[in-house]
């Protein structure tokens, strides 16, 4: 019998017999009490190595260490997920031309320069999914009305993916998320989701490229990502062929709806169980301070972080915090959960870690990645989920609604599924 209901995990934990047990009760205490968990294994135990599954690096300085040997601590486990659906792709590769040409060659798409403009495009759109989805009673169900929409509108406007219908690219982006980043169990219904998303995404695309392609070549006026990728003029030599922009405009949508849905809802809910920091970003908004906003929201977020950890797989021996008394040699074939949220409660580096307090450091905020698998489209994350928060807080929606309505429900999946507000 798996005890979620125990105070100390470890207690639990190494009173259960059975190695699945253990790992049950790793998973239970993620799902329900991460921080508590995260902050007991810091303390007492920074490297857990459980029998038979993965280990757990709790330590600031350890994920950065594993984030940044990507040679050693490998995106492997990915590969199986991502290939079938969007093909062979840098967030499943390590070290590869996909990460270097492909990676180098978006981050040159996706401009500096495009951000403000982005930032006014989200406001526009938040405001208007808002205004449309909020009920006659001053009642606004966010996540269906505004975090999965909102970003699906920016795919279709900046990126330059707009895809049939919303219907269907809230289908894709779900089936490929959840498969690729969340189904550790390997369920088979899952995957073949994923693929038939990823089938039904190249289908569209090898219609609508084409089509696209001509629109570009006779209008120069259109610029989004999608169309400077089609106006690139690469040699043969280069590779970047007709295959490799249908998967970077699949990989668009893959990481970006429902990351930004979690990370608005979950920033959100923070919010609103503290009233004094909700206030603060109230008079940030009306001040059109949009750093201390932005300080807020992200903030916020680390008290629950859209994923507790990455997942690794380790290819070859290493040891892990050499020099310190945990450091840990752990064998090749070793899968290891580098925990985000961990280290951002972290008070070796986290100075305070419990207390809310905006405005630290960007390196001690993990949110979007560290090292060579950085979000790719973290420029664009840093305009879109802050400001569709702040449009949110801006219409008047920071009151729980009554009832289980006003909290928030995954409905037993990976990304929040429920959160009504009130005006």
């Given at each position: 019998?798996?005890?979620?209901?125990?105070?100390?995990?470890?207690?639990?934990?190494?009173?259960?017999?059975?190695?699945?047990?253990?790992?049950?009760?790793?998973?239970?205490?993620?799902?329900?009490?991460?921080?508590?968990?995260?902050?007991?294994?810091?303390?007492?135990?920074?490297?857990?190595?459980?029998?038979?599954?993965?280990?757990?690096?709790?330590?600031?300085?350890d994920v950065e260490e594993a984030l940044t040997r990507n040679l050693q601590f490998t995106v492997?486990?990915?590969?199986?997920?991502?290939?079938?659906?969007?093909?062979?792709?840098?967030?499943?590769?390590?070290?590869?031309?996909?990460?270097?040409?492909?990676?180098?060659?978006?981050?040159?798409?996706?401009?500096?320069?495009?951000?403000?403009?982005?930032?006014?495009?989200?406001?526009?759109?938040?405001?208007?999914?808002?205004?449309?989805?909020?009920?006659?009673?001053?009642?606004?169900?966010?996540?269906?009305?505004?975090?999965?929409?909102?970003?699906?509108?920016?795919?279709?406007?900046?990126?330059?993916?707009?895809?049939?219908?919303?219907?269907?690219?809230?289908?894709?982006?779900?089936?490929?998320?959840?498969?690729?980043?969340?189904?550790?169990?390997?369920?088979?219904?899952?995957?073949?989701?994923?693929?038939?998303?990823?089938?039904?995404?190249?289908?569209?695309?090898?219609?609508?490229?084409?089509?696209?392609?001509?629109?570009?070549?006779?209008?120069?006026?259109?610029?989004?990502?999608?169309?400077?990728?089609?106006?690139?003029?690469?040699?043969?030599?280069?590779?970047?062929?007709?295959?490799?922009?249908?998967?970077?405009?699949?990989?668009?949508?893959?990481?970006?709806?429902?990351?930004?849905?979690?990370?608005?809802?979950?920033?959100?809910?923070?919010?609103?169980?503290?009233?004094?920091?909700?206030?603060?970003?109230?008079?940030?908004?009306?001040?059109?301070?949009?750093?201390?906003?932005?300080?807020?929201?992200?903030?916020?977020?680390?008290?629950?972080?859209?994923?507790?950890?990455?997942?690794?797989?380790?290819?070859?021996?290493?040891?892990?915090?050499?020099?310190?008394?945990?450091?840990?040699?752990?064998?090749?074939?070793?899968?290891?959960?580098?925990?985000?949220?961990?280290?951002?409660?972290?008070?070796?580096?986290?100075?305070?870690?419990?207390?809310?307090?905006?405005?630290?450091?960007?390196?001690?905020?993990?949110?979007?990645?560290?090292?060579?698998?950085?979000?790719?489209?973290?420029?664009?994350?840093?305009?879109?989920?802050?400001?569709?928060?702040?449009?949110?807080?801006?219409?008047?929606?920071?009151?729980?609604?009554?009832?289980?309505?006003?909290?928030?429900?995954?409905?037993?999946?990976?990304?929040?599924?429920?959160?009504?507000?009130?005006?």
């Amino acid at each position: 019998m798996v005890d979620v209901a125990a105070s100390s995990f470890l207690a639990a934990y190494d009173a259960a017999q059975q190695p699945q047990q253990k790992l049950a009760l790793l998973f239970q205490w993620i799902a329900t009490k991460p921080l508590a968990l995260f902050k007991e294994l810091r303390t007492s135990r920074p490297i857990l190595i459980t029998p038979g599954g993965p280990t757990v690096l709790a330590m600031f300085a350890d994920v950065e260490e594993a984030l940044t040997r990507n040679l050693q601590f490998t995106v492997k486990p990915y590969a199986p997920k991502m290939d079938p659906s969007v093909g062979p792709f840098m967030l499943a590769r390590d070290g590869t031309v996909y990460n270097q040409r492909d990676k180098g060659i978006m981050r040159a798409l996706i401009q500096q320069i495009d951000m403000p403009g982005v930032r006014q495009t989200v406001a526009r759109i938040g405001a208007g999914l808002i205004a449309q989805g909020a009920s006659p009673d001053g009642r606004l169900e966010l996540v269906s009305q505004v975090t999965r929409p909102g970003p699906i509108a920016l795919t279709g406007q900046y990126f330059g993916f707009p895809g049939p219908d919303v219907t269907a690219m809230l289908r894709w982006s779900y089936a490929t998320q959840n498969n690729m980043f969340h189904n550790l169990s390997n369920d088979p219904q899952v995957q073949q989701a994923c693929v038939t998303a990823g089938a039904e995404m190249k289908a569209y695309l090898d219609d609508f490229l084409p089509r696209r392609a001509q629109q570009v070549k006779a209008d120069p006026k259109i610029d989004d990502v999608v169309a400077r990728m089609l106006r690139l003029q690469t040699p043969p030599q280069i590779g970047f062929d007709q295959g490799r922009i249908l998967s970077n405009t699949m990989g668009l949508l893959v990481g970006g709806i429902e990351t930004t849905s979690a990370a608005i809802v979950q920033a959100i809910d923070q919010l609103i169980d503290r009233p004094d920091q909700l206030a603060a970003a109230q008079r940030a908004i009306q001040a059109n301070d949009d750093a201390s906003f932005d300080a807020i929201f992200w903030e916020a977020l680390r008290f629950n972080p859209m994923a507790p950890f990455v997942v690794r797989l380790l290819v070859e021996p290493y040891t892990i915090a050499a020099g310190t008394p945990r450091q840990t040699t752990l064998a090749a074939g070793t899968l290891v959960f580098a925990s985000i949220a961990s280290a951002m409660h972290d008070a070796t580096v986290v100075t305070d870690p419990d207390s809310f307090k905006p405005g630290r450091p960007a390196y001690h905020y993990l949110h979007l990645g560290f090292g060579e698998h950085r979000c790719l489209g973290d420029q664009v994350s840093l305009m879109q989920a802050p400001e569709l928060a702040k449009q949110i807080i801006k219409a008047g929606f920071v009151k729980r609604a009554a009832g289980p309505a006003g909290q928030l429900d995954f409905k037993g999946g990976p990304f929040p599924e429920s959160l009504v507000l009130t005006q």
